[in-house]
């Protein structure tokens, strides 16, 4: 079974300035992917970013970034130049690609981003 | 529409009634995810259909809890006698395949037990 952890319940972080949210998580498994998503209080889960475990270089989009080290199990996430619409719970998940229930996504309990004008 | 629509959005009811949550996914998705998400916590899996293939219901918490998806369209999810743990945000997912293909999440229904 995947476990993910997320340390930090709550971060904040100032408007235009970066924040990193960690993630690390605990599999036997050789081939998965990675996810962030975003929940704002609409609820809908928006994914950010993801990444395949297969990759060496890590994902980007836009302002957001990962530091994947695979040998660490650690998935942290970049945000450059907060923005107030960045305000939202981030959500790690993880997800298996071979074997059965290569579809189920495990996710992290959460941290609350508050970007602060 | 474009998006994954849940219906209601809010349910609130008694503890010991039966109730009905609706997830309409995005046209030509053949995968179809139900997550509960309690309060200050990640999202669980409940259970997945992909097409006709028999579902993966690996997730339900109790006999309470059942769903049913007819081909790839519509799928409701049935939670039987609810208890006051039953209350969550109850999310909706679906996806173009499975593997590589990212989930496409609804806004959810959030469930109120009194």
């Known amino acids: 079974a995947q476990t993910v952890t997320q340390s930090q319940p709550e971060m904040s972080v100032q408007e235009a300035e970066t924040v990193t949210l960690s993630c690390t998580y605990d599999t036997s498994e050789n081939n998965y992917y990675l996810f962030w998503y975003k929940q704002p209080p609409s609820r809908q889960m928006i994914l950010v970013i993801r990444?395949?475990?297969?990759?060496?270089q890590n994902a980007t989009e836009n302002r957001f970034s990962v530091n994947f080290q695979k040998a660490a199990k650690s998935f942290s996430l970049k945000i450059s130049d907060s923005q107030l619409g960045d305000t939202a719970m981030y959500f790690c998940a993880f997800m298996k690609l071979s074997g059965g229930s290569n579809y189920k996504l495990t996710f992290g309990k959460g941290t609350l981003l508050t970007v602060n004008p | 529409g474009a998006g994954v629509s849940q219906s209601p959005s809010n349910k609130v009811t008694e503890k010991g009634k039966d109730v009905e949550l609706r997830c309409d996914p995005i046209?030509?998705?053949?995968?179809l995810y139900w997550y509960r998400q309690r309060l200050g916590q990640g999202l669980e899996f409940l259970i997945y259909f992909q097409g006709n293939s028999a579902p993966d219901k690996s997730g339900l918490p109790s006999d309470r809890f059942s769903a049913e998806r007819t081909g790839e369209s519509v799928s409701t999810l049935t939670i039987q006698r609810t208890q006051q743990e039953d209350s969550a945000v109850y999310l909706c997912?679906?996806?173009f395949g499975t593997g590589n293909q990212p989930q496409h999440f609804g806004d959810g229904t959030r469930l109120s037990i009194l």
């Open positions: 046209s030509g998705h053949t995968a």
């Open positions: 997912a679906s996806s």
């Open positions: 990444q395949e475990a297969y990759k060496q």
